[in-house]
């Protein structure tokens, strides 16, 4: 497993914060040592298609250490509103640093 | 453009990065079905076209029936231009009062092309949630 991938931003459902066309650089191993928290922006799979990744802000924590995740743009995001929270397995990765188009 | 956004773009062309989507297919709930219809028949009439197609013929421009809509209906440059700058300043701001000036234009133009078709318009208040009115068209009243 490679520690560190690379991914580019398509539509606008993290807006302002991250724009059609940024890239993300994804930390692998951050989750390795700590869980993932509220307000994190992490790169995740979609639940229904394995295939397709998303990027979306954890806005919940529940007990049974599942997440809530939804777009920071909310009228533009199909998010966990649509799909449920999601299991940390489905979690690629948090969003290290982000280089703006 | 920043330096390292090009280096990210160099990389790309070697190892091109996974695409994370932030996923919004239909934002916003505005949708209707005529933009489908429109698209629908768009392949069919290039499809038409293309089939009727001899490599002598040259394609279906009209430029007199253009200046004819527009000697018909003189605000229509004058409409089209505005659409232009109003649908670049919104997006550059936020303003709400240019969005409704763009709609209320492009409603204008809306009239006018179903005119030049031969057919009347009503003013209903859309079923989206932006409930402005908008133009459909409608049978022509005699």
């Not at chain 1, 994804?26 to 298609?49: C, F, M, Q, T, W």
């Not at chain 2, 280096?7 to 996974?18: C, G, N, Q, S, Y």
């Not at chain 2, 649908?87 to 763009?102: A, H, P, R, T, Y």
């Not at chain 2, 709609?103 to 030049?116: D, R």
Request: aromatic letters at 10%; charged letters at 25%.
């Amino acid at each position: 497993m490679f520690p560190i991938m690379r991914f580019k931003v398509e539509d606008r459902s993290m807006e302002p914060a991250i724009r059609a066309g940024d890239y993300v650089v994804v930390n692998r191993l951050v989750y390795a040592l700590r869980n993932p928290s509220k307000g994190d922006i992490i790169v995740l799979r979609h639940p229904k298609e394995k295939k397709k990744f998303l990027i979306k802000r954890i806005s919940v924590v529940t007990n049974s250490n599942e997440y809530y995740v939804v777009g920071d743009n909310k009228d533009f995001s199909q998010d966990s509103r649509h799909f449920g929270p999601i299991k940390q397995s489905s979690i690629i990765g948090k969003v290290w640093f982000h280089v703006k188009s | 453009m920043p330096l390292l956004y090009t280096l990210f773009e160099l990389l790309d062309k070697i190892f091109p990065a996974k695409i994370a989507y932030a996923h919004c297919d239909i934002p916003c709930g505005i949708y209707d079905p005529h933009l489908a219809q429109m698209a629908a028949h768009t392949v069919i009439r290039m499809v038409t076209l293309i089939n009727e197609l001899t490599p002598k013929m040259t394609p279906d421009a009209k430029p007199e029936q253009m200046h004819e809509h527009v000697q018909k209906n003189p605000d229509l440059h004058d409409l089209v231009w505005k659409v232009m700058k109003l649908g670049s300043k919104v997006k550059q701001e936020v303003n709400l009062q240019s969005s409704e000036d763009l709609l209320e234009t492009v409603n204008k133009i809306a009239e006018i092309f179903w005119k030049t078709k031969d057919m009347g318009t009503v003013r209903y208040k859309s079923p989206y949630p932006t409930a402005r009115e908008t133009v459909y068209p409608a049978p022509k009243k005699s």
